[in-house]
């Protein structure tokens, strides 16, 4: 079992370029989740899916977008990119029960 | 809305110290759990404690939920360098098993 798995690693953009990242996950699990974590701010949630074909918005979901087409990927996608989206985020899937597996991060730097 | 301070924001102590890490809230949570995330790495789960006035142990950490499920402080005994890392509870934030997560501990084991 790979767990929670997130590409890229690192990215680095210039303003207004879009991206997108994935996460994927193998263990099944109906709930995933998009976190941004920025030093002295914690872990927000930026959207988050209950199962495959659904999104929905969390804490802080302006400037992204995703989507749920299969059970195991949870895209990320930033259409216009701001260095305010400059972060680590973290993606991370869990059971009905249980906590939340997380990803390694992706490190993104928005220029 | 419902939020978790946790303190102290930051913690250095030598190897061999005790130290005790607190995550309180003016609301009820059903549950709370315990993150640790190590540098450049995503949260790992330590435990959840669902019981008012639970204690669970895990080696030299030791969770206790407090009696009003307000609070909740997790104590580690004889602190290794392998300890350092940031520390996060979170609990239940509404439906849909979404999670309100601290502001984190981060702790630094000198050895």
């Known amino acids: 079992n790979a767990g929670v798995t997130q590409t890229p690693k690192f990215r680095v953009l210039k303003t207004g370029q879009s991206m997108t990242l994935l996460c994927a996950q193998d263990?099944?699990?109906?709930?995933m989740y998009w976190y941004r974590q920025d030093p002295g701010m914690g872990l927000r949630l930026i959207h988050y899916?209950?199962?495959?074909?659904?999104?929905a918005k969390g804490e802080v979901p302006d400037g992204y977008n995703v989507s749920r087409l299969k059970k195991q990927n949870f895209l990320l996608g930033l259409e216009s990119a701001a260095p305010s989206q400059t972060s680590v985020y973290f993606c991370?899937?869990?059971?009905?029960?249980?906590?939340?597996?997380f990803g390694p991060g992706t490190r993104l730097t928005v220029l | 809305t419902q939020l978790l301070e946790q303190s102290p924001q930051f913690l250095s102590i030598q190897e061999g110290e005790n130290l005790t890490v607190y995550c309180n809230s003016s609301?009820?949570?059903?549950?709370l759990q315990w993150y640790r995330q190590e540098p450049g790495e995503g949260p790992v789960l330590l435990v959840t404690v669902v019981t008012g006035g639970e204690v669970k142990k895990l080696k030299r950490l030791t969770f206790q939920f407090g009696d009003a499920r307000k609070d909740s402080s997790l104590h580690i005994t004889a602190a290794q360098p392998g300890d350092t890392g940031l520390y996060l509870c979170a609990g239940p934030g509404g439906a849909t098993n979404k999670l309100i997560f601290g502001t984190g501990t981060l702790l630094a084991v000198q050895p």
């Open positions: 609301s009820v949570f059903s549950s």
């Open positions: 899916s209950v199962g495959e074909g659904t999104t």
């Open positions: 991370a899937s869990k059971l009905s029960w249980g906590g939340q597996f």
């Open positions: 263990m099944n699990h109906e709930y």
